[in-house]
C-alpha cells in the first residue's frame, strides 16, 4: 500500500493518520497522532489452528518509556511485566472490538497497539481504540465497522472531549464511549457521584463525537478505494441442530421455567437433558448423519445445546417477562452483609451475599511508605488506595491451576477502585495507604460489583472515614429483533447467554463508576439511558440493606492497625531529620520503634503500633524542627556542665547554654553548686546569636510562664 496521510480537524484538535508508512508486513497498519502522542496499531490475520471452536482474538497494548523519554528502572532497565495501565487499556481496546467480529470467524486475528510517543496533552488509549479499527479495516479482515473511542471530560458544567491528563486529574468526570454506526458499543467511566442524566448527557455527546471519527474513516476508506470485507460464514449441517431442539426444547423449558431450581440444580438437570440426548445419538445407525455429526467433533453437542438453551432462555424473557429464577425483570437478588467477620486482626472485613455470589472484601491499612509506585509514562507517580480482585476457580465448582492475575481479576479490581476513589478521604485527613482484596468465594454473576459493595463495607469496618457508602449493579439485556428487555442484577446465565453487561457503581448522590459491555454491535443511546435509570432503584435498595450491617464508618481502628501521626517541616529541614547517611532517622526510629516517612514537600508521617511511642518520635522531630523565639521559656533539661555555664536541652535536639551569671539572681560559685546534669529547669529564651546559638537565662520568668512551660512539656 502506498504511504498516505490524513488529517481530521477533531474538536480544536488535529488527529493525524499515516498508512502504508510503518509496519508493511503487517496485514494493516496505521499510525495515529495527536499533539506529540504517536501511536502504532496494527493487525495481522492468520490461519486458524485445528479445533478451535471460539474467535481468537488477541489484543496487546503495549508502551516504551521512551515514549515519554524514561528508562525503564529495576536491574535490567528494560520494560518488563506489564504495568497495570496496559493491562486495562488492552482490555478497553479489546471490548468495543470483540462484538464487531463475526462469531463464526475461526482464523487468528492479533492487534498490537505500540505507543512510540507520548506528551502530557493526549492520553494514548483513545487512539489506540480508533487505530484497532483502522488496521483492521486496512487487513480486509471481516469486521461490522468503522467504530471509533473518544474521552469525555467535565470540567465545570461543560463536557469536553479528550481532555488533557491535567483535566482528567481535576475533573469530575472520566468517560471513554465507544460506538459504531448502529450505536454505543462500549463505555467506561469513573465520576465524582455524577447524576444519573448526567452521565446520559455524557454518553450522547460523546458518541456524536465518536460518529464524526466514524465518517472520518469511511472517507479514508474511500480514499484508498477499499471497503469494509464480508465473508459468508462457513456453511453448517443443521441437521444435528434440529434434531436437538425438537428433543431438548420441552425438557429444557421445564428446566429454565422451574423457579425451585438453584443455579447448581439447574446446570445439572440441563447437563442430564444434554447427557439423554448423547445416548440416544450413541443409539442411532453408524451412517446417521447426526451420529456422524457427533463422531467427527466432540464438541459440537455442547455448542449447539448451548445455541437452543439460549433461545430458549431468551424467549422465555422476551414473551413470559420471566427469568429462569422467576424474578421480575427489575428486581435483585436476595442481599445479606456481614461485617467484622475476621476482626480484629484483620482491619477491616466484610462479607456480601447477593443470590449465589459471594465476595469477602478485607481491608488493610498501611504505611505511606506502602504507596505502589507507579514506573509508566503516565503522569501519576503513586497509588494511595489500591483494590485486588481474585477469582479463584472452586468459586464457579472447578478445578484448575491458579497463577497470577489475568486480565479479568485487574480489569475488576481497576473498576472497584475506581468506584471508591471519589468518597476515599484526602492524605491530609486520614494519610493511611489503604489496600482492600476482594475473594470472590462464590460466583453467579455481577462479582465485580458484589466487589464493591464488600469493599465498602469493609472499608467502613476498618474506619476509613469515606463520605458516602457505595453499592452497585450489573444490568444485562435481551435484544431480539426490536424487542428489548433490560434485566436488572443479571446473574451467570444472564450474562453469558445475553447481549449485555453494565455496571453501575455509585452513592445515593450519583454515578462512581460505570462499564458496559455489549455482544452486539451497538445500542441506542435511549436503551443505554433507561439501562442506567433502571439501576438507579437496585443500587438504593442494595444500599440500603449494606447500612443495615454497618450504617458509618467505626469510630476506633483495629488495635493491629498502625497509628499514624502527621507533620508538617519546612523543606530545608528535612536533611537535617534524615542526618548524614541516614543515621538521625535511624536513631529516632530506634529509639521509639516507629517508622518514619518524609515527603519532598516536607510532610512527616510517623506510624507505630504504640500510640505514646509515635507521640515521642513526634515531638522529636518537632523539638529538631522548630524555629526556637527569643522569649520562649520552656522546660528543659540539663545535659552538660561546663565552667561557664550550663547546657540545657530545651526540646528534642536543640540545646541552649545559661551562662553562669543567669542561673541565679545572685552570685555563685560554681555551676555545679546550683544545677547538676539530669535536673528539669525553667529557662527563657534571652537570644539566637549570628551563628544560631540560643543563649538561656533562667531571671525575669513569669509564673504563669513556668506553668505554661511545665504544661506544655506533659503534652
Request: negative net charge.
Amino acid at each position: 500500500m502506498n504511504a498516505m496521510e490524513k488529517s481530521i480537524s477533531f474538536d480544536g484538535r488535529d488527529i493525524r493518520l499515516k498508512v502504508g508508512l510503518l509496519a508493511p508486513q503487517a496485514g494493516g497498519s496505521v499510525l495515529i497522532e495527536s499533539g506529540d502522542t504517536a501511536v502504532l496499531v496494527t493487525a495481522t490475520r492468520s490461519s486458524g489452528r485445528e479445533g478451535i471452536d471460539f474467535l481468537p482474538l488477541l489484543v496487546d497494548y503495549e508502551e516504551r518509556l521512551y515514549a515519554g523519554g524514561k528508562i525503564p528502572g529495576g536491574f535490567l532497565r528494560r520494560e518488563g511485566r506489564p504495568p497495570e495501565k496496559v493491562t486495562l487499556t488492552s482490555r478497553l481496546i479489546d471490548r468495543p472490538m470483540r462484538p464487531l467480529f463475526p462469531q463464526w470467524l475461526r482464523d487468528d486475528i492479533q492487534i498490537v497497539a505500540t505507543t512510540l510517543a507520548m506528551d502530557e496533552q493526549v492520553p494514548p488509549d483513545v487512539l489506540a481504540v480508533t487505530g484497532a479499527s483502522i488496521s483492521t479495516i486496512l487487513a480486509q479482515i471481516p469486521f461490522k465497522g468503522p467504530m471509533a473511542g473518544v474521552r469525555v471530560g467535565l470540567l465545570g458544567d461543560d463536557f469536553i472531549i479528550n481532555p488533557t491528563f491535567e483535566e482528567i486529574r481535576t475533573g469530575d468526570l472520566d468517560l471513554v464511549v465507544a460506538g459504531t454506526r448502529d450505536g454505543v458499543v462500549m463505555v467506561e467511566a469513573g465520576a465524582n457521584q455524577l447524576p444519573e442524566q448526567d452521565i446520559i448527557e455524557a454518553i450522547d455527546f460523546g458518541y456524536e463525537a465518536a460518529c464524526d471519527l466514524i465518517a472520518a474513516q469511511e472517507e479514508l476508506m474511500k480514499d484508498l478505494g477499499i471497503g469494509l470485507v464480508t465473508e459468508e460464514p462457513p456453511e453448517v449441517d443443521d441437521t444435528l441442530e434440529i434434531y436437538v431442539r425438537d428433543a431438548a426444547t420441552e425438557p429444557v423449558k421445564k428446566i429454565l421455567s422451574n423457579f425451585d431450581h438453584d443455579k447448581n440444580s439447574r446446570d445439572e438437570a440441563l447437563d442430564g437433558v444434554k447427557a439423554e440426548i448423547a445416548a440416544k445419538i450413541e443409539e442411532l445407525e453408524e451412517d446417521n448423519p447426526v451420529r456422524q455429526t457427533i463422531t467427527e467433533d466432540a464438541k459440537v453437542l455442547s455448542n449447539v445445546f448451548k445455541s437452543v438453551t439460549k433461545k430458549l432462555m431468551r424467549a422465555q424473557i422476551v414473551e413470559e417477562g420471566v427469568r429462569v429464577d422467576g424474578r421480575k425483570l427489575d428486581e435483585v437478588r436476595p442481599i445479606s452483609c456481614q461485617v467484622g467477620i475476621l476482626a480484629p486482626r484483620v482491619h477491616g472485613s466484610a462479607l456480601f451475599n447477593r443470590g449465589l455470589t459471594q465476595v469477602l472484601s478485607l481491608a488493610t491499612l498501611g504505611t505511606p511508605g506502602d504507596a505502589q509506585e507507579l514506573d509508566d509514562l503516565h503522569p501519576q507517580e503513586e497509588k494511595r488506595y489500591l483494590h485486588h480482585y481474585n477469582f479463584p476457580p472452586y468459586s464457579v465448582g472447578e478445578t484448575r491451576p491458579m497463577r497470577s492475575p489475568g486480565r479479568r481479576e485487574i480489569g475488576h479490581g481497576a473498576l472497584a477502585e475506581r468506584a471508591l476513589i471519589p468518597v476515599l478521604p484526602s492524605k491530609e485527613e486520614f494519610p493511611y495507604v489503604i489496600r482492600v482484596v476482594s475473594e470472590v468465594l462464590s460466583s453467579n454473576g455481577s462479582t465485580s460489583m458484589g466487589s464493591v459493595c464488600g469493599s465498602t463495607l469493609s472499608l467502613m469496618h476498618a474506619g476509613v472515614p469515606v463520605s458516602k457508602p457505595v453499592s452497585g449493579a450489573a444490568m444485562g439485556l435481551i435484544k431480539e429483533g426490536d424487542e428489548v428487555r433490560i434485566l436488572t442484577d443479571i446473574q451467570g446465565i444472564e450474562d453469558f447467554l445475553g447481549d449485555m453487561d453494565f455496571k453501575v457503581a455509585g452513592t445515593d448522590s450519583g454515578i462512581t463508576a460505570l462499564q458496559m459491555d455489549m455482544k452486539i454491535t451497538g445500542l441506542p443511546l435511549n436503551v443505554v439511558g433507561d439501562a442506567i435509570k433502571q439501576a438507579l432503584p437496585a443500587r438504593l435498595h442494595i444500599l440500603n440493606k449494606m447500612m443495615e450491617a454497618i450504617d458509618q464508618p467505626s469510630p476506633d481502628l483495629s488495635p493491629f492497625a498502625p497509628r499514624l501521626y502527621s507533620l508538617k517541616i519546612d523543606p530545608d529541614l528535612i536533611g537535617l531529620v534524615i542526618g548524614p547517611g541516614g543515621k538521625t532517622i535511624k536513631g529516632i526510629t530506634e529509639e521509639t520503634g516507629c517508622k518514619i516517612d518524609i515527603d519532598n514537600d516536607g510532610t512527616v508521617t510517623i506510624s507505630g503500633m504504640d500510640g505514646a511511642n509515635a507521640t515521642r518520635a513526634r515531638r522529636i522531630i518537632q523539638g529538631m524542627t522548630r524555629k526556637i523565639q527569643a522569649g520562649e521559656v520552656f522546660l528543659g533539661r540539663v545535659t552538660r556542665i561546663i565552667p561557664i555555664g550550663a547546657f540545657v536541652e530545651i526540646a528534642p535536639g536543640k540545646e541552649g547554654m545559661v551562662h553562669i551569671s543567669q542561673i541565679a539572681d545572685y552570685r555563685i560559685g560554681k555551676v555545679e553548686d546550683e544545677l547538676s546534669v539530669g535536673d528539669e529547669v525553667i529557662v527563657k529564651v534571652r537570644d539566637i546569636d549570628n551563628k544560631n546559638r540560643i543563649n538561656l537565662t533562667r531571671l525575669g520568668i513569669h509564673p504563669d510562664e513556668a506553668t505554661a512551660a511545665r504544661e506544655a512539656a506533659a503534652i
